[in-house]
């Protein structure tokens, strides 16, 4: 998990991917920094950004469970827009709710700052030996 941490890639830092660890109850927390560059035509987060968010943040709740010599590819991801999100910190809740040897899924939401739900997903989610 160290390693998904310390190395961002280009799009989480973007995104502004912050780790944040787990509640109490388990869930992954993460942190992004949505950016006015992010907005639509009516001043909210467009949805493709939040989606990415999503991946984002399912992506590294899937690292954070696994071995350091394993890693994750998304197959699928079943993303809600639920109400729009404005520019700010936008944090993701995500847990994994099933695991198998080859596959994962884990479920996410998206809260902005005042902790209203403005996304969730479902991914689907292949593990690999890191190359």
């Keep these: 998990m160290s390693d998904a941490i310390a190395n961002l890639p280009p799009g989480a830092q973007l995104l502004g991917r912050e780790w944040l660890g787990f509640d109490e109850a388990g869930h992954a927390l993460i942190r992004f920094d949505a950016q006015s560059a992010f907005t639509n ?9 939040l989606a990415a968010m999503l991946d984002s943040a399912t992506g590294v709740c899937a690292l954070a469970k696994l071995s350091s010599d394993l890693t994750v590819v998304t197959r699928s991801l079943d993303t809600r827009f639920l109400k729009p999100a404005a520019v700010g910190a936008i944090t993701a809740r995500a847990r994994v709710t099933e695991h198998t040897e080859r596959d994962m899924v ?13 996304a969730d997903a479902t991914a689907r989610l292949r593990i690999l030996a890191k190359r």
């Design 106 to 118: 884990v479920q996410a939401e998206l809260m902005d700052a005042e902790g209203i739900t403005v």
């Design 41 to 49: 035509r009516h001043g909210t987060i467009q949805g493709g950004f």
